[in-house]
Each structure stands twice: as C-alpha cells, then as structure tokens.
C-alpha cells in the first residue's frame, strides 16, 4: 500500500486495499485543512495478474483512478483559492435548478416550479437563448436584480416576493455545491408591496357569479362558499362534513399553511345563510364536502366563468379570501380584530393590508367623480 509522505499540504492520493478475493480496491485518501477523508471508487485491479491481458486491463484501471485523482485535487485547488473549479464552471445553471426541484419533497415545490418558469421567460426576454448553456458565470448582480424588477413588473401581490425568494435558496445551493463561488443575490431583496395589488369582487359582482353558469358546478359551490368564509383552496379541497357543526351552524377546521407554525392555526367560523346553503345536506363524516379537481383545472373553470358573468377582473382563487376581508372591512364595517381572527391571522400586521385596501378603493371611488366646471 502507497504510504502518504509527511506534509500539511492539502493533497489525493490513490490507495490500495487487499480484499479476501485477491483482488485490490482502489480508493482516494484526501487531505484538506488538516481533516482526512476517503473516496471509495469502485475500481479493482488483479493483485497478481497472470497474463498481458490482466496486466493491461490493471493499467486501465490505474489510468481511470489517476484521471478521478487529478480531478479532485482540481477541485481541492480551486476550492483553497477561492476559484470554483474548471468543470463545475460549465454545468448548465438552468439543468442545475431543475435537478434541484426534481429532488425537492418540500411543500412550497409549486412556488420553486414557478421561479424557474418565470426565470426562463425572463431569460427569453433578454435574448438568452434556452437551447444553449446558461452558465453560472452568467449569474451577475446586475441579472439578478433585473430579474427581481422582473418578476415584480409581471406578477402581483406576494408571489415576485416568494418566487425570488425561492431562486435565492437555489442560488444558495449552488454556493454550498461550490457551483458559484459567491452568491450574488445574498443583499438583495424583493419586497412585498403593502397595496393589495390582487382584485377584489364587490358583493354585486358576487351575485353576478352566482346567477352565470360555470363549467364545473363544484368549482362554482366551493369557491362562492370561500368568497363567504375566507378559506384558502387548500384548506376548502380538504374540508369534510366532519369539519361542520351543524347544530349552531359554526365550521372548524385547521389551516394548512400555519397548522406547525402558529397556535391560531385552528379557525372557527359562524356560517352565514348562503354558506350553509353551499354545504348542503350532512354526509359521512369523512367525507370531502367539495370534489374539486387540481388547482390548475379549477383556475381555469373560474377563469371561464368570471368572463362569462361579464366581469372584468384578473380573479385567482386566492382573490375570494381576500375579497371575504376587503367586504367585511369596507361594507360591513367589521372591527379589524373579528377580521383577523375569521382569517385564522396572529396577530394584525397581516390583516392591516386589507384595511389599507379598504382606503384604496375609496381614494379611486372619491378621485373617480366626473371633474365640475366651476363658473366664475
């Protein structure tokens, strides 16, 4: 076996072990910054070849070990200079991200898909071409922040924040891969703008839905019924009979998004008329109240019937619970403290946007008034 010469230099070396079977393995000893670790290679050689032709086949062998050496001491090199090694400077950075999210079990994997389709459309859009490498060199400070303008220009509400924030964990990943050498978006940041960008429908607009036909009559019942309760279409796909209380008319349930974070993840919400009307008739216990289909298929449903009701609004899912606050607050004048709570919220930072969107349609109702012409 190939002993180590004494030294503090970092360095890889080949070494050998006998195995029972005759044959040996080999695998690399390497020593950086006064640590040892080993790298198991799955190769053999014949201890004692008996021929030309075993003796060429070890030869190979040796060579193939020898070309994985040099290319970890590159990468030990590299890594002490603070130079990111010659063959992880030319992987494709958007190959990169998607093995990344093809391994990722997290349950914000949506928000990381849509980052990097939004990263793609926003490369499209500066000439990039997608068929070609896109190196992470490429990642300067000055791409990173127009992507951020990017995504604020082209989305609204909370998602260019979460989207951003989503690209920066991939960049930190490829730091921690040594795939960049610094992570250029570590000090930047994309902020949540505080105005409620999301449109709102009004109760008549409301009623406008109820009388249209939608393609889905399921989509049509849960989402009327979260337009009447505040849920998220996560919570509402799940909700089951079990979650009713039909004697007092009062629903229960814990919301998915805070259930592990925050001790107001229980929401107990009094039904109103039309609410208990959409639930209907009490079934088993278990049993989902709303049959809905993905989120991408009731999306398109509503988008359907919103147009078909005459309304001309950007409407997701997520503007009827937003809707549910901006309603309560504006037209019923309800404290914001009930708000919060019917909204399963904390505390009143969060609930606080939805007063200030109360104060934006009254400034452009007020600003909306035909201008007089004022005699002398």
């Not at 063959?87 to 079990?105: A, K, P, S, V």
């Not at 249209?212 to 989509?219: D, L, P, Q, T, Y």
């Not at 974070?261 to 009094?270: E, L, M, R």
């Not at 009731?298 to 309603?327: D, E, Y």
Request: a positive charge.
């Amino acid at each position: 076996m190939k002993k180590r010469k004494g030294t503090k230099k970092d360095n890889v070396i080949i070494r050998e072990k006998k195995l029972s079977n005759g044959n040996i393995s080999l695998y690399l000893d390497i020593y950086r910054s006064g640590k040892r670790t080993y790298e198991f290679l799955k190769l053999y050689i014949k201890d004692k070849p008996l021929n030309h032709l075993e003796r060429e086949e070890n030869k190979e062998t040796y060579q193939l070990a020898e070309s994985i050496r040099t290319k970890r001491e590159s990468e030990l090199n590299h890594s002490e200079f603070g130079f990111i090694a010659p063959h992880r400077q030319n992987i494709d950075f958007i190959t990169f991200y998607q093995e990344y999210l093809d391994n990722y079990t997290k349950k914000d994997i949506r928000m990381l898909k849509g980052s990097l389709e939004y990263f793609k459309k926003f490369l499209d859009s500066k000439g990039y071409s997608l068929t070609q490498k896109f190196l992470p060199r490429q990642l300067t400070k000055e791409l990173i922040i127009s992507y951020k303008e990017y995504l604020e220009k082209t989305l609204k509400g909370e998602t260019p924040a979460s989207y951003f924030k989503r690209f920066k964990k991939v960049l930190k990943y490829a730091e921690e891969k040594e795939i960049i050498q610094k992570n250029p978006a570590r000090d930047i940041y994309s902020t949540i703008n505080e105005g409620l960008k999301k449109d709102i429908l009004t109760f008549s607009e409301i009623q406008l839905l109820a009388d249209a036909k939608c393609g889905n009559s399921e989509v049509k019942r849960a989402f009327l019924f979260c337009l009447n309760t505040g849920l998220r279409f996560v919570d509402v796909k799940e909700l089951r009979y079990k979650n009713i209380d039909f004697g007092n008319h009062r629903l229960k349930f814990i919301q998915e998004k805070t259930k592990n974070s925050s001790k107001n993840s229980t929401v107990i919400i009094d039904l109103n008329t039309t609410a208990q009307k959409l639930i209907g008739e009490i079934k088993g216990a278990d049993e989902k109240i709303f049959s809905l289909p993905t989120h991408a298929g009731c999306v398109k449903s509503l988008q359907n019937w919103v147009t078909s009701a005459g309304i001309n609004k950007h409407i997701t899912w997520h503007c009827a619970r937003h809707s549910f606050a901006v309603n309560l607050l504006g037209e019923v004048k309800t404290d914001i403290k009930t708000v919060a709570s019917l909204l399963g919220h904390s505390g009143l930072k969060h609930t606080e946007k939805y007063t200030r969107a109360v104060d934006e349609l009254k400034n452009k109702a007020v600003n909306g008034m035909p201008e007089i012409m004022l005699g002398k």
